[in-house]
């Protein structure tokens, strides 16, 4: 297509009807153009907030007519949904939209979209502008939902489109999804953030917190587990405040109650929680709902109260361990995962030790580790940050070293033990091996027949490996 003319196209509208008048229009505009059906490749950047917007993507592809395909030389149209939320995640997208140029040459119907966090900066999605004039269709995280509508325009004007529009409405509710995984679903309660983590570019680029009525989840959960689904992982970049904003008066510890009370064998885990809005409460909740997996990811960031307090993060370490220990004294078998960030500007090594101490102390059972990575627009981007990375490298490292060795350690402990497992599927382990997760999220490898795969099944453990656990089928 002719993609040398712009669309600045910043209108929002909130109306699924009206995306679905889009999804027939490009059906229709496709259908008179294509012989088979057009192939789409998909892919996602990033955490599950994105992968679960993706299926969305996907679900709005799929009714539009549009097959899927990993091959680029087949597809008719690419959509990557973008992550910004470090660097090197930027330059992975950027890398791959490079490739895509050839493809493009040799096809020049072929329709290449970008949208997500990373475009929802100005500066990026300029950057796109000008730098890659190949790249069809630009939209931010504020009208996902009206993709169609902007398909619709990029291929019928045959022009360049983007949507950056800041405006935004309650989540978009109604349009299709099309799952990746038909054991386990993402289910977003929420979706933005107002914390305002001084390192963190999520609330620039996601907007403020909004929450889905609880009517809404509790009818997408019942679904899920009526078409079979085993477990369903609530999402949202901080859970703990869902039900702010909302006419109803709910918050997370009522919503797990909710949605504990549906019928049926299925397990519910949720991310990510903030310590901040992590309450006595809540955890009463996950040990009185039966559903819900004795695991909390709760990311501690750092161990240090002066870097937490220039992290704007509102909890001291000793807060954060008192939770832990009350979480421990509700339910003897909690397990904890955390995210750390190493090197925020002006870190020192003597406050790094306190990350490694907060470490030993709570024995998590895996953590998520990140060198900081500098964001622009975000506070911590003015911050002196003197430390060169070939130090933080050393910290980063001296940190996976000892978390290796405690996670080793607690699946060491886990020998001899027997687990409820849910069966995800074939395991890498060698020939025969299945692989299953136990409630605290540890991968145990068995020997067991297929037919088992999507049960839940016990399974004593009999080996312990640095990244998962061997077992046995009882
Ligand atoms: N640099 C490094 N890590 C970051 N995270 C968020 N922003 C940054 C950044 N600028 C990490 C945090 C967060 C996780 C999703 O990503 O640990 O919890
Ligand atoms: Fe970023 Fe903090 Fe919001 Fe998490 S809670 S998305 S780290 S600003």
Same mark, same amino acid.
């Given at each position: 297509?002719?993609?040398?003319?712009?669309?600045?196209?910043?209108?929002?509208?909130?109306?699924?009807?009206?995306?679905?008048?889009?999804?027939?229009?490009?059906?229709?505009?496709?259908?008179? =153009?294509?012989?088979?059906?057009?192939?789409?490749?998909?892919?996602?950047?990033?955490?599950?907030?994105?992968? @679960?917007?993706?299926?969305?993507?996907?679900?709005?592809?799929?009714?539009?007519?549009?097959? *899927?395909?990993?091959?680029?030389?087949?597809?008719?149209?690419?959509?990557?949904?973008?992550?910004?939320?470090?660097?090197?995640?930027?330059?992975?997208?950027?890398?791959?939209?490079?490739?895509?140029? #050839?493809?493009?040459? #040799?096809?020049?119907?072929?329709?290449?979209?970008?949208?997500?966090?990373?475009?929802? %900066?100005?500066?990026?999605?300029?950057?796109?502008?000008?730098?890659?004039? /190949?790249?069809?269709?630009?939209?931010?995280?504020?009208?996902?939902?009206?993709?169609?509508?902007?398909?619709?325009?990029?291929?019928?004007?045959?022009?360049?489109?983007?949507?950056? @529009?800041?405006?935004?409405?309650?989540?978009?509710?109604?349009?299709?999804?099309?799952?990746?995984?038909?054991?386990?679903?993402?289910?977003?309660?929420?979706?933005?953030?107002?914390? *305002?983590?001084? /390192?963190?570019?999520?609330?620039?680029?996601?907007?403020?917190?909004?929450?889905?009525?609880? &009517?809404?989840?509790?009818?997408?959960?019942?679904?899920?587990?009526? #078409?079979?689904?085993?477990? +369903?992982?609530?999402?949202?970049?901080?859970?703990?405040?869902?039900?702010?904003?909302?006419?109803? %008066?709910?918050?997370?510890?009522?919503?797990?109650?909710?949605?504990?009370?549906?019928?049926?064998?299925?397990?519910?885990?949720?991310?990510?929680?903030?310590?901040?809005?992590?309450?006595?409460?809540? +955890?009463?909740?996950?040990?009185?709902? &039966?559903?819900?997996?004795?695991?909390?990811?709760?990311?501690? %960031?750092?161990?240090?109260?002066?870097?937490?307090?220039?992290?704007?993060?509102?909890?001291?370490?000793?807060?954060?361990?008192?939770?832990? #220990?009350?979480?421990?004294?509700?339910?003897?078998?909690?397990?904890?995962?955390?995210?750390?960030?190493?090197?925020?500007?002006?870190? @020192? /090594?003597?406050?790094?030790?306190?990350?490694?101490?907060?470490? =030993?102390?709570?024995?998590?059972?895996?953590?998520?580790?990140? +060198?900081?990575?500098? =964001?622009?627009?975000?506070?911590?981007?003015?911050?002196?940050?003197?430390?060169?990375?070939?130090?933080?490298?050393?910290? *980063?490292?001296?940190?996976?070293?000892?978390?290796?060795?405690?996670?080793?350690?607690?699946?060491?402990?886990?020998?001899?033990?027997?687990?409820?497992?849910?069966?995800?599927?074939?395991?890498?382990?060698?020939?025969? /091996?299945?692989?299953?997760?136990?409630?605290?999220?540890?991968?145990?490898?068995? &020997?067991?027949?297929?037919? +088992?795969?999507?049960?839940?099944?016990?399974?004593?453990?009999?080996?312990?490996?640095?990244?998962?656990?061997?077992?046995?089928?009882?």
């Amino acid at each position: 297509m002719a993609a040398n003319t712009l669309t600045q196209y910043d209108f929002f509208d909130a109306d699924p009807a009206r995306q679905e008048r889009y999804m027939d229009r490009v059906c229709s505009f496709l259908s008179q =153009r294509c012989d088979t059906p057009p192939l789409a490749l998909v892919h996602s950047f990033g955490c599950q907030q994105n992968s @679960s917007d993706t299926e969305k993507l996907k679900g709005m592809l799929a009714r539009m007519g549009y097959g *899927f395909t990993d091959r680029p030389e087949e597809a008719r149209l690419v959509l990557f949904n973008t992550c910004a939320v470090r660097e090197n995640a930027e330059d992975r997208v950027l890398g791959n939209v490079g490739a895509l140029k #050839a493809y493009k040459a #040799a096809n020049p119907e072929l329709i290449i979209a970008l949208c997500g966090c990373m475009m929802q %900066q100005p500066h990026m999605a300029e950057k796109v502008k000008k730098s890659y004039p /190949y790249v069809d269709l630009v939209f931010g995280t504020h009208v996902a939902h009206m993709f169609p509508e902007l398909l619709y325009t990029c291929l019928s004007e045959g022009k360049r489109v983007f949507n950056l @529009s800041e405006e935004s409405a309650p989540m978009a509710e109604g349009l299709p999804v099309l799952r990746d995984n038909d054991l386990k679903a993402w289910l977003p309660i929420m979706n933005g953030c107002d914390n *305002f983590c001084s /390192y963190c570019i999520v609330p620039y680029v996601r907007g403020r917190e909004k929450s889905r009525p609880s &009517k809404e989840i509790i009818r997408e959960a019942t679904e899920l587990v009526a #078409a079979g689904y085993k477990e +369903i992982t609530l999402l949202g970049q901080n859970v703990n405040s869902y039900g702010k904003g909302l006419e109803e %008066q709910i918050n997370f510890a009522g919503l797990l109650h909710q949605v504990n009370a549906i019928p049926g064998d299925f397990r519910i885990r949720f991310m990510t929680s903030h310590p901040k809005d992590c309450t006595h409460e809540l +955890i009463d909740a996950i040990a009185a709902c &039966k559903k819900v997996c004795n695991h909390i990811h709760l990311p501690v %960031q750092c161990g240090n109260n002066r870097v937490l307090r220039e992290m704007n993060r509102h909890y001291t370490v000793e807060e954060y361990l008192e939770l832990a #220990a009350y979480a421990h004294q509700k339910m003897p078998d909690v397990t904890f995962t955390s995210d750390i960030i190493v090197g925020f500007p002006g870190e @020192s /090594y003597e406050e790094f030790q306190d990350t490694l101490e907060l470490v =030993r102390k709570m024995r998590y059972s895996a953590l998520y580790t990140f +060198i900081y990575s500098r =964001r622009s627009g975000t506070r911590a981007a003015q911050m002196p940050d003197p430390v060169s990375g070939e130090e933080k490298g050393r910290w *980063f490292q001296e940190l996976l070293d000892l978390q290796e060795k405690i996670g080793l350690e607690e699946h060491e402990a886990m020998v001899g033990g027997v687990y409820r497992v849910l069966v995800d599927g074939v395991g890498k382990t060698g020939e025969g /091996y299945l692989t299953g997760r136990t409630e605290s999220n540890v991968i145990v490898d068995f &020997k067991a027949p297929k037919e +088992i795969i999507g049960q839940f099944v016990q399974v004593r453990v009999t080996k312990a490996r640095n990244w998962l656990v061997l077992g046995e089928l009882i």
